[in-house]
């Protein structure tokens, strides 16, 4: 299961690095989303993978899942979207001004 | 805590002072007497104990576990400088009543004006020498502001921009030595810093930190060569120049000298740095004051030259040498901010500040011409005048090392020094009340309005009384200030006019007669000076340094940055991985990759839903520039994830991403509909694979370590957590008692960022109006039927339900998997899905919710929650809960949490709906005018 998780995160990176290289912004987006991901997950992963005990207090669970990790993630995944939902706005925005959806952003002539 | 109250009331009063501003131009005047009379009562109950010499501490934890306390002290040089600031502020504020002219904005001066009371007071009674930079820092900045009052004008930008320049250099070198101050003593509170002298002057880094901090005091108190600054901060209104610098604020760096005199003086480094900087500061200023046409000018730099005196004093470092500096200190502040003020009303009445035209103002004037003689002349050290007293007892200690080799020196230098002081003072007066009749001046001159000249008049009858009967006035508090310099007994001294004939009067009689002739003479000495004034411009200097340095970053920015973010971000990316290459290599790595941690098994679903994410992943990457397509795949990897969070025991994480999932979706279809559907092939196949390459070692490399850190065991703080959730927080859902209560700090940080976005976005996105497209980019027209009615009467349907889900998660979230985040998410799908069925407008018209407010009451919500627990005495947001009996319903929990977690659900649902409502109205005006477009 551990190869499983660390193939995904490393796909989910890769993918993300490709993306955000390119050079029009949609991509860019798209990239950053990935590499949200591939931080959520490794961030989750750090607490090790524990499966069929969420850390919800009971009598009959021993071993929870670290709820450290978890906390750290939850947040970090609303912030993520603050952020995608902001960066595709501002490319939107920059696509209006400009005439064209460069990274770079060459003003029209 | 009443001593900081001393400190803060102005900072509190600026406020209060631009507010009432706007009821009348006079109010803020008022308003700045009010406050610093208030201060003054919040120090009167201290008096008497600072008098008879015992020091008061009051401190407050800050940062404990850095050792940090906010914390003031009160002992007689504190009372000193506390009396001087507050009384000399209110006569400047009484004077720049009269002073600024009905265009300038009074509201905005005495806010400053007061912010720099505030901080000066700061540096006065600290106690700490961090919370003291921190003051320090704080008088360069409202200084700033000072200087630059009149904006418009060019000097005075470029002035406060110079002395911004150099006095924030020095605090920079202040904190430096600061910190070295606190490393050698272990603690960074002056009681003990005071007490460690022989340790710190015997410690190795003691050249070092006296290096740092006398530059700190050098530059604050203008010394030779960085006294250049001062000339040109003249470019204030002169009230600030009276106050700041010659009064209080240049005065920061002698009070340092002094604070920390028994801690740093009584070593040769500190004798040859303080005496040498504080000799050739005395002499050389006194030197250019005789020849500056202006009159603030003058006074400037005989300010410099007596800061240069009382410099040279402490550096002499005897006892009765630093009663010297102290006494000086006193009588400086009194007839230099009289004379300033003088200035100032020449030049009010006058129109011109330029010795070359004034002339003969005594015909005119001569209420302000005596007031002026007799400031003047105690600035020259003429007997019966305050400056003479001090000015002799300097006279007298220069004389110490006159055995020495060259010890002849010292004394002749300060005599020279005083013939120089003389000789300006001379001209002072001579120059511009006297000296024939003045032709061209700009204004027909006349005696001010009366209580302009009230607090020259206090300034200078304090000269005459300090100068006559000193033992009655100053007496007291010279000896309470000199007891807490020296930390010891004050020296037999005898505060009077007449010692008998001695060298000291010798040398002031010398400077008296030798001033009188070389001003006499002065023709043929402005004519030599005139040759060689372009050897010591200092301020060229300076600026040929500014630009060298500016020159040098446009270089390094020019080299870095090469306009094109995709560049930064390649150049970025290749260095993380240099970086992390670098760091696997380096590592000794005696474990290899696999660690000893047992692994779990691969069961056949997670297989597949891995594969099914691994391609969807690869397939994004690869088919990037069908945007719609990629889109798609993007959600199916969302969707992905959140199975991952479920599968490894994160429920809360699994209904979180896959609200967002949707979310996300929804705004980035929005936002696709108006940019281009499709992405040009633009890199070529080179640039390509240099992209993959780096792509591929980035996610290898994450592979290798995400591997080799999960098969390796870990110890994890969360027990803490795990075991007092419960008893704690009262809450089983340890990620939500977490969120909302251990870590609502944290919490409430983030809901204030989304926040932040969410009104970025709307602040993009105001005004903004786009025609759509009516074909897509293959040629196919777009669908006109907006809101299809099947899914308009499900989605009507389905609100009530999605919203009673969304308040179950809201209130169990505690207990159960759940939550505000998670609540305010699905809130925000289900009110979203309305949106998009019946169309923003129709749904706006039965939904009129102000998204901006549901933020702002969200955002309130949370901070009063944490706010309440103040009024408990207990620290920021620390949670309570009780259980409560309903009827039918049965226990209940109900926790202070929840109200937090409340606010957090208003600011997501509102952060949410901000966003793609407003993107929702753009899309509804741009189908307005397509076919609007059609019909025409």
């Known amino acids: 299961m551990e190869l499983l998780i660390a193939i995904i995160i490393g796909v989910l990176t890769a993918c993300g690095v490709y993306l955000s290289l390119r050079g029009r912004t949609f991509p860019v987006v798209l990239g950053l989303t990935f590499l949200s991901y591939a931080v959520n997950l490794f961030l989750l992963v750090m607490g090790r993978l524990t499966i069929g005990s969420p850390p919800i207090i009971s009598d009959k669970v021993a071993n929870y899942a670290d709820p450290l990790p978890q906390a750290l993630v939850l947040t970090a995944i609303v912030i993520s979207f603050g952020m995608t939902a902001f960066v595709i706005i501002l490319s939107l925005k920059s696509f209006l001004e400009m005439g064209n959806d460069q990274v770079d952003g060459k003003h029209r002539p | 805590m009443e001593l900081s109250l001393i400190a803060l009331t102005p900072f509190l009063g600026a406020g209060f002072v631009s507010a009432i501003s706007r009821l009348g131009r006079l109010h803020a005047a008022w308003g700045a007497g009010i406050v610093t009379l208030v201060a003054l009562l919040i120090l009167l109950p201290f008096i008497t104990d600072a008098f008879s010499g015992h020091v008061l501490v009051q401190s407050i934890p800050w940062i404990p576990l850095l050792g940090m306390e906010f914390a003031f002290r009160l002992d007689g040089l504190a009372l000193l400088f506390v009396l001087l600031i507050l009384c000399i502020g209110l006569l400047i504020i009484l004077y720049a009543r009269y002073y600024l002219s009905e265009r300038d904005d009074m509201g905005r001066f005495y806010a400053y004006l007061l912010m720099f009371m505030g901080s000066m007071l700061g540096i006065a009674t600290s106690e700490n020498i961090i919370q003291l930079l921190i003051f320090w820092e704080l008088t360069s900045l409202s200084s700033f502001l000072l200087i630059s009052y009149w904006q418009m004008r060019h000097e005075s930008r470029s002035g406060a921009r110079m002395a911004l320049a150099v006095t924030g250099g020095g605090g920079l070198a202040l904190l430096g030595g600061f910190l070295l101050l606190g490393e050698i003593v272990g603690s960074y509170n002056l009681t003990d810093i005071l007490a460690s002298g022989y340790l710190i002057r015997n410690h190795e880094l003691y050249l070092p930190m006296l290096i740092l901090v006398l530059l700190g005091a050098f530059t604050k108190s203008a010394q030779f060569p960085f006294h250049f600054w001062l000339p040109n901060a003249m470019a204030a209104p002169t009230p600030v120049s009276a106050y700041l610098h010659s009064a209080t604020m240049v005065k920061a760096g002698v009070f340092l000298l002094a604070r920390l005199f028994p801690a740093l003086s009584g070593t040769s480094a500190w004798f040859w740095l303080v005496c040498f900087t504080g000799l050739v500061t005395l002499v050389v200023a006194a030197y250019i004051a005789m020849f500056k046409h202006d009159l603030k000018g003058l006074l400037a730099y005989s300010t410099i030259s007596h800061l240069g005196l009382i410099t040279l004093l402490f550096g002499i470092g005897t006892p009765m040498a630093a009663l010297a500096g102290v006494f000086h200190i006193i009588n400086h502040a009194i007839f230099k901010a009289s004379l300033f003020m003088a200035a100032g009303i020449i030049h009010h009445e006058t129109g011109t500040r330029d010795m070359r035209i004034l002339r003969g103002l005594w015909k005119h004037m001569p209420h302000t011409a005596l007031l002026a003689m007799v400031a003047a002349a105690s600035m020259a050290g003429v007997p019966l005048f305050n400056g003479f007293l001090s000015k002799e007892m300097f006279f007298a200690e220069t004389l110490f090392v006159i055995n020495q080799p060259w010890g002849w020196l010292l004394p002749t230098m300060a005599t020279l020094a005083g013939i120089f002081a003389v000789a300006y003072s001379l001209r002072f007066i001579h120059n511009v009340f006297f000296d024939g009749e003045s032709t061209d001046l700009p204004k027909q001159p006349h005696e001010p309005p009366r209580w302009m000249k009230v607090p020259v008049e206090i300034l200078v009858a304090l000269c005459l009384l300090v100068g006559i009967f000193p033992a009655l006035t100053v007496e007291p508090i010279l000896a309470a200030a000199a007891s807490s310099v020296l930390q010891g007994p004050v020296p037999d001294h005898d505060l009077a006019i007449w010692h008998g004939f001695n060298t000291a009067l010798f040398m002031s009689m010398t400077a008296l007669i030798g001033g009188v002739i070389v001003y006499l003479a002065r023709k043929p000495l402005f004519s030599l000076q005139e040759r060689v004034e372009s050897l010591l411009d200092f301020r060229a200097l300076y600026e040929f340094l500014i630009e060298k340095l500016f020159a040098v970053a446009d270089t390094i920015t020019h080299f870095l940055n090469k306009n094109s973010l995709q560049r930064m971000l390649f150049v970025f990316m290749l260095f993380v991985l240099t970086l992390g290459i670098y760091g696997a290599m380096a590592t000794d790595n005696d474990y290899g990759l696999t660690g000893e941690r047992d692994i779990l098994p691969i069961d056949g679903v997670s297989l597949l839903i891995a ?326």
């Open chain 2, 611 to 936: 594969a099914v994410l691994v391609v969807a992943t690869a397939a994004t990457a690869v088919m990037h520039r069908q945007r719609l397509i990629s889109l798609i795949l993007l959600g199916t990897v969302g969707l992905g994830i959140s199975l991952i969070f479920v599968k490894f025991s994160a429920p809360d994480l699994a209904l979180t991403q896959l609200s967002v999932e949707v979310v996300t979706i929804v705004l980035m279809l929005l936002a696709l509909y108006f940019l281009p559907q499709q992405s040009p092939i633009e890199s070529g196949n080179w640039l390509r694979s240099r992209d993959a390459l780096i792509a591929a070692t980035a996610g290898g490399g994450v592979t290798l370590l995400v591997w080799a850190v999960l098969t390796r065991p870990y110890e994890s703080i969360s027990n803490y957590f795990l075991e007092n959730s419960l008893p704690g927080g009262g809450g089983t859902n340890v990620v939500n008692v977490i969120l909302v209560d251990f870590r609502g700090y944290d919490t409430l940080g983030e809901i204030t960022v989304l926040a932040l976005a969410g009104l970025g976005i709307y602040a993009m996105l105001e005004h903004l109006k786009i025609a759509g497209a009516s074909h897509d980019s293959e040629g196919r027209a777009w669908d006109e039927d907006l809101h299809p009615i099947i899914m308009a009467s499900f989605t009507r349907l389905l609100l009530p339900l999605a919203l009673l889900v969304s308040m179950f998660i809201l209130l169990r979230g505690h207990n159960l998997p759940g939550g505000g985040f998670i609540a305010g998410l699905v809130t925000a799908v289900a009110l979203v899905m309305q949106y998009l069925a019946n169309g923003v407008i129709w749904t706006q018209q039965r939904l009129p919710i102000n998204m901006h407010k549901v933020i702002g009451y969200g955002l309130l919500i949370a901070t009063c929650t944490g706010l309440a627990s103040w009024i408990f005495k207990y620290p920021f947001l620390t949670s309570a809960f009780s259980h409560i009996h309903w009827p039918i319903i049965g226990e209940f929990e109900l926790a202070s949490a929840m109200a937090f977690d409340l606010g957090v659900y208003l600011v997501v649902v509102g952060a949410t709906l901000l966003i793609l409502v407003y993107l929702g109205l753009i899309h509804h005006q741009s189908h307005q005018m397509k076919h609007r477009k059609r019909i025409r």
